[in-house]
């Protein structure tokens, strides 16, 4: 199937409540600006000069996403472009996201990576974590970023138990954040969990954005 049928396809299988980010790191624009042609509006990338890269040669409607590890080197890249960064790990990083957000004259929204999964390769902030960036002197003074919600990875297994219970424990997470820290920010809603072998658990424990490639775009270009 093409890139717009298999858009299709899956925009049929989301509730309209869902964000649909189409991961297109490693894609080329052509495949890109075949689902923008296609309605797709919100893209995602792993990789910080790829999405510079990429944002000044495409259609400027287009919000990109940064799903991959930062790091805080890069974030310079980025800044001008971003529409929102989901992989947000440490105090440090959401420092120099700022630093460079009021260089740009601008807020960035952000995302909190959460730790849920039962690999060590995934990255994250554990409970803790979160509590002494949020209670931080410092977080408070972080005037141009904005924490819209968090982002969660679950173990990449075939068992289906175990992917329901990393994603419960997100939208777990991003409740007791809701209540304790951003009750009054109505723009604290975003649960970012699922890509294209896990979604629909995703939905079904909460979820309200899903980074999906591989349906969309086939597999993966390396190298």
């Given amino acids: 199937m093409s890139i717009a049928e298999n858009l299709k396809k899956i925009q049929n299988d989301i509730p309209n409540h869902v964000c649909l980010v189409a991961v297109s790191k490693t894609k080329p624009e052509t495949d890109i600006q075949e689902a923008y042609d296609a309605g797709q509006r919100v893209f995602g990338e792993n990789k910080a000069q790829e999405l510079q890269r990429k944002a000044e040669s495409l259609p400027k409607d287009i919000e990109w996403h940064m799903i991959g590890h930062l790091q805080r080197n890069k974030v310079k890249y980025l800044a001008p472009h971003v529409s929102l960064i989901h992989s947000v790990d440490s105090m440090r990083l959401l420092v120099e996201i700022n630093k460079r957000a009021k260089q740009n004259e601008r807020t960035i929204p952000v995302l909190l990576q959460c730790y849920i999964a039962k690999e060590e390769s995934k990255f994250g902030l554990d409970k803790e974590d979160l509590k002494a960036i949020l209670t931080s002197?410092?977080?408070?003074?972080?005037e141009n970023i904005e924490v819209k919600g968090v982002m969660g990875m679950a173990t990449n297994t075939d068992n289906q138990t175990t992917v329901t219970n990393e994603f419960n424990s997100l939208k777990s997470i991003?409740?007791?954040?809701?209540?304790?820290?951003?009750?009054?920010q109505e723009s604290f809603t975003v649960i970012s969990m699922g890509m294209s072998g896990d979604y629909k658990i995703a939905i079904e424990s909460g979820s309200n954005m899903v980074r999906i490639g591989s349906s969309i775009f086939g597999a993966r270009n390396y190298g």
């Fill in 137 to 142: 002197t410092e977080f408070k003074g972080l």
């Fill in 174 to 184: 991003f409740d007791e954040l809701k209540l304790e820290y951003f009750k009054g």
